[in-house]
Structures are given as C-alpha cells and as structure tokens.
C-alpha cells in the first residue's frame, strides 16, 4: 500500500478488503485504475485500462447501498451505457 494490485478471481480476492482500500484511497487522494480483460459490453473495452476517478457509495430506492465507481476512458471511443449511465433511469432526482 499504496501500490496494491487486486484482481478479482483469485483465491485470496475479497470485496470487502478492495472496497475499504479504494475508499481508503480515495480519501487520501491517491491515484488510482482500474483495468478490464475479456469483456461482453459495448460500453467497456478489452484489455483497457481506466482512471478510477472517484468511488461511492449511495442508497438507491428499492436496491438498498450500491457501491460505484465513476471511471473515465481515456480514448474517448465509446460510452457508458448500462445501468448507473448519464441517461439511466437508476439515477433519482436525489441521487444526482
């Protein structure tokens, strides 16, 4: 820490401990990315790395917390289109 890899799938993955560290991160203004391999998504690429910009944590009705992470890609090709995107309906009015 504060250079700490985690890759989901493996034995010792645990998404709470990931959770606590990028919050943790977060607060202490650290850098931080994130990374796909293969993906089945129009919205996210392959092989792509992300600045991880910020993380949160929000009450959304009916669903209870949801954690999320506000990602940015820096080639610009393509856009978020999934559920918590700019035109999702997952967004109330007291969420934005």
């Known amino acids: ?6 890759i989901h799938g ?6 709470e401990v990931l959770w606590a560290t990028l ?4 607060d202490a203004d650290f ?5 796909t391999k293969t993906v089945q998504s129009s919205s ?12 949160y944590e929000v009450e959304a009705p009916g669903q209870g917390a949801v954690r999320l ?8 090709r393509s856009k978020w289109q999934g559920n ?3 035109s999702s309906s997952s967004w109330t009015p007291q969420l934005r």
Request: proline content about 7%; some cysteine; hydrophobic content about 35%.
């Open 1 to 6: 820490w504060p250079c700490t890899l985690f």
């Open 10 to 15: 493996w034995p010792d993955f645990e998404a």
């Open 23 to 26: 919050c943790s991160s977060r």
């Open 31 to 35: 850098l931080m990315t994130c990374s």
């Open 44 to 55: 996210l690429e392959s092989g792509h790395v992300y600045s991880l910009i910020n993380v």
């Open 69 to 76: 992470l506000k990602i940015r890609n820096p080639n610009s």
């Open 84 to 86: 918590w995107s700019d």
